[in-house]
């Protein structure tokens, strides 16, 4: 080979990398780019650092040495960086100061566009306790009405996982 392979050819169309992207693309990020001042020497695009933290915790990766390794190692994470390759303390820092308010909501977000495209199907974790029904059950058109009133619940658990996620780092 007299060219290195370009990382964009190497990651599948389907890659839950390029899902990330994607909704990273898509959602309003005004609050959180409000946070940067301006001014003073140039520091990584609070998108790119927002698309790296959600994919790795997408990966249940949460320690931000760990995230920094793999900005090093991960074709992935080279992909979704631009090649930039903040350190552990920057990475804590955007984590800990710039989303400590809005890494929740962002995360329920990603869960529900998750499952508003089909790659995820939120009836699969969600059972009244007392009956299981079949797959096959002429009325599991209940179960569509049931997960939209359990969004409040993945909102919970989103909030429950970032409290674990703290306590770790």
Known sequence: MLLPPSLEEM?????????VNEFIETIDLSV???TYKGGGTSSYHPKMLLKVLVYAYTKKIYSSRKIAAALRE????????????????????FRGERLAETIQEVFAKLVLYLASRGYIDL????TDG?????N????????KKSTTRYQQGVIEKVKDLF???????
């Not at 994470?77 to 350190?87: E, I, V």
């Open 11 to 19: 990651i599948p169309t389907g890659h839950m990398v390029r899902i």
């Open 32 to 34: 959180l780019i409000a």
């Open 74 to 93: 991960n074709i992935h994470f080279m992909w979704l960086s631009g090649g930039n390759r903040p350190d552990f303390r920057t990475i804590n820092r």
């Open 123 to 126: 009836s699969h974790y969600f």
């Open 130 to 134: 007392t009956k299981i029904e079949a």
């Open 136 to 143: 096959a059950n002429k009325y599991s058109f209940v179960w």
């Open 163 to 169: 409290k674990e996620i703290d306590q770790l780092n």
